[in-house]
C-alpha cells in the first residue's frame, strides 16, 4: 500500500503534516477529513526520496542528506520493546513509532513495515525488505524472538545491544578526534606561514643582498617554501590522490581486503586495538544472539560479517565447520592464533559448563573497558606529542627565520 506525505490545517487553523498509508491519495484525504484535518498537499512517497507520481514527481535532495542512525534505530527498539511489553498490538505499536519519528525517511520506512504486518506478513519479514536499515543480526533476532514468544525481551536485548556497540563507537571518535583537530590546526599555522609570512621576510633579504650568506637552516626553509608555492606540492598531491584511489580498489579485491585486514591486525600500535574491538564485538554479537535463541550455526554466520575482517571470519567459518561435525568453537578459534588466549579459554570453560552465553558477556564487557582505557591512555600520550611534533616545526621555522635578522642586527650596531 502507498505511503502518503500530507500538509493542510486541522479545526483550529493550525498547519499539520505528516505520512498516512492509504490505496490512492483520495481515500488518503478522505480518512485526513475523518480525523479532523483539512489536507491541502497529498503526494506519494518513495524510500528513494521522491515524492509525487508521473510529471509531477518532485526530488527531495533534503532525504538524500537525512541518514538513519544506530542511535536512531536504537531508540526505535527500545521505544518498541516498551510498547510490546506493555501488552500494545504490533499494529499500533508500529503505528505509534511512525507518529513519533521525526526523521521522514524512517517514517516511509516504518510505514510501509506496518503495512506488510497488517497484510499477514511477519515482523522479521517486513524488515528484511530494509536490509540498508536493519541488518541481519537484527532480522534474526526478530525472527527468534517471535518464535519463542518473546519479541519485547528479545528487543530489549537488541536495543542494549546496539546501545553498546554506539558507546563504543563512539569512545573510540572521541578519543580520535582531538589528536585529528591537533594535526589540522598544525597544517593550517604551517601553510600561513609558508604562504603568507616566509615571502615577505624572503623579499627584505633579497634587498639586502641575497640568500647566499644565510645559514643553511634558513635557505632550507626557503626551499620548502618554493616547494609549497610551485606547482610541484599540486603534482604531488594528486600522485598521492590517485595512489590512495589504487590501493583502495586494490582493496576491494579478495587478495588485497585479505591483505588489508591482516595489516589492520597486526600495524604497529593501532594493531592490538583492533584486534580487541573486533573480538570484543565477537563475543557480544555471539552472546547476544544465542541469549535471544537464535541456533548456534545461523548465529555464527552472522557474526562473521559483524567483524567486519576476513582473517577472523575465516577462523569462525572453522568454528562452524566443527560444531556441524559435532566438535567444540574454542579448537579453532585457538589453531588460527587470531583470538586471544583468554577468549579461547573462556569460550572453552563456557562449552563444558553450559554458560557459554555469561562467559561471553563477560568477555565482551571485559574488553570494551580494555579498548576505553587505552585509547584513553592513547590519547593522553598522542596530544602532547602532536604538539610536541608541531612546537618543533614550527620552532625550526622560527629559528630558520631569526637567525639571519639576528645577523643582520648584529651587524648593524658595529657599524
Given amino acids: 500500500m502507498p505511503v502518503f506525505e500530507y500538509k493542510g490545517f486541522d479545526g483550529g487553523g493550525k498547519a499539520v503534516s505528516g505520512i498516512i498509508d492509504a490505496d490512492n491519495p483520495k481515500v488518503a484525504r478522505s480518512r485526513l477529513r475523518r480525523q479532523g484535518l483539512f489536507p491541502t498537499d497529498v503526494d506519494v512517497q518513495t524510500k528513494e526520496g ?19 542512525t544506530v542511535r536512531d534505530i536504537a531508540t526505535l527498539t527500545n521505544q518498541m520493546a516498551t510498547l510490546l511489553g506493555a501488552s500494545v498490538p504490533m499494529s499500533e505499536t508500529l503505528a505509534a513509532l511512525v507518529d513519533q519519528t521525526e526523521k521522514t525517511k524512517l517514517k516511509v520506512v516504518l510505514s510501509q513495515i506496518k503495512e506488510k504486518v497488517n497484510e499477514g506478513s511477519s515482523l522479521a519479514e517486513a524488515l528484511r525488505e530494509h536490509p540498508r536499515v536493519f541488518n541481519n543480526l ?40 582531538y589528536p585529528i583537530l591537533m594535526s589540522f590546526v598544525g597544517v593550517f599555522i604551517l601553510m600561513g606561514l609558508f604562504w603568507g609570512v616566509i615571502p615577505r621576510i624572503r623579499s627584505l633579504f633579497d634587498s639586502l643582498g641575497g640568500e647566499e650568506g644565510l645559514p643553511i637552516l ?48 597486526n600495524m604497529p600500535l593501532l594493531g592490538s586495538i583492533n584486534r580487541v574491538v573486533a573480538v570484543s564485538r565477537f563475543c557480544r554479537t555471539l552472546a547476544t544472539l544465542l541469549a535471544s535463541g537464535v ?25 562452524s565447520e566443527n560444531i556441524q561435525e559435532g566438535q567444540s568453537i574454542a579448537a579453532p ?43 584513553t591512555a592513547l590519547t593522553s600520550i598522542l596530544a602532547p606529542l602532536l604538539i610536541l611534533v608541531l612546537g618543533g616545526v614550527v620552532f625550526l621555522v622560527a629559528l630558520g627565520l631569526l637567525m639571519p635578522m639576528m645577523n643582520i642586527s648584529s651587524r648593524l650596531s658595529q657599524m
Fill in 50 to 68: 521522491s515524492k509525487g507520481t508521473g510529471l509531477n514527481r518532485e526530488i527531495e535532495f533534503s532525504r538524500y542528506f537525512q541518514f538513519i
Fill in 138 to 177: 537484527y532480522v534474526h533476532m526478530v525472527r527468534a524472538g517471535e518464535r519463542t514468544g518473546a519479541l519485547d525481551l528479545v528487543l530489549r536485548r537488541l536495543a542494549t545491544f546496539t546501545e553498546n556497540q554506539v558507546k563504543l563507537q563512539g569512545k573510540v571518535l572521541a578519543a580520535m578526534a
Fill in 218 to 265: 634558513t635557505r632550507v626553509v626557503f626551499a620548502f617554501g618554493d616547494f609549497l608555492i610551485s606547482g610541484w606540492v599540486f603534482v604531488l598531491a594528486v600522485l598521492l590522490a590517485a595512489t590512495g584511489f589504487g590501493l583502495w580498489r586494490w582493496i576491494q579485491t579478495k587478495r588485497g581486503r585479505r591483505w588489508f585486514d591482516r595489516f589492520k591486525l
Fill in 295 to 319: 541456533p548456534i550455526i545461523t548465529a555464527l554466520n552472522i557474526v562473521r560479517d559483524v567483524v567486519s575482517n576476513v582473517i577472523l571470519a575465516e577462523a569462525i567459518d572453522r568454528a
Fill in 333 to 375: 578459534l585457538r589453531q588460527s592464533g587470531e583470538f586471544p588466549p583468554m577468549v579461547t579459554h573462556m569460550i572453552s570453560i563456557g562449552e563444558r559448563t553450559g554458560d557459554l552465553e555469561p562467559m561471553l558477556t563477560a568477555v565482551a564487557d571485559s574488553y570494551e573497558e580494555q579498548v576505553d582505557s587505552t585509547m
